[in-house]
């Protein structure tokens, strides 16, 4: 798992924001599963949770 986990982490978003990127790497950064957990981390760390509108969010999804 190591050998496939490390490069899917170096084409992601995790270090190096995608602003910057060449458009095909941007593409890959974009599809990465990687990258919107990172997103989602840094989401949660800097602006909160709030438990409202994940409530709403989930019961509007089913």
């Known amino acids: 798992m ?3 986990g490390l490069p899917v ?10 602003d910057g ?7 890959l950064a974009d599809w990465n ?6 997103a989602a981390s840094r989401e949660l760390r800097y602006c909160g949770w ?9 019961v509007n999804k089913f």
Not at 9 to 18: D, E, Q
Not at 50 to 58: C, D, K, M, N, Q
């Open 33 to 38: 599963p990687v990258s919107a957990l990172t």
């Open 50 to 58: 709030r438990a409202g509108e994940a409530r709403t969010l989930y």
């Open 9 to 18: 982490t170096m084409l992601s978003n995790a270090f190096v924001p995608t």
């Open 21 to 27: 990127m060449p458009g095909w790497l941007r593409l």
């Open 2 to 4: 190591v050998p496939l």
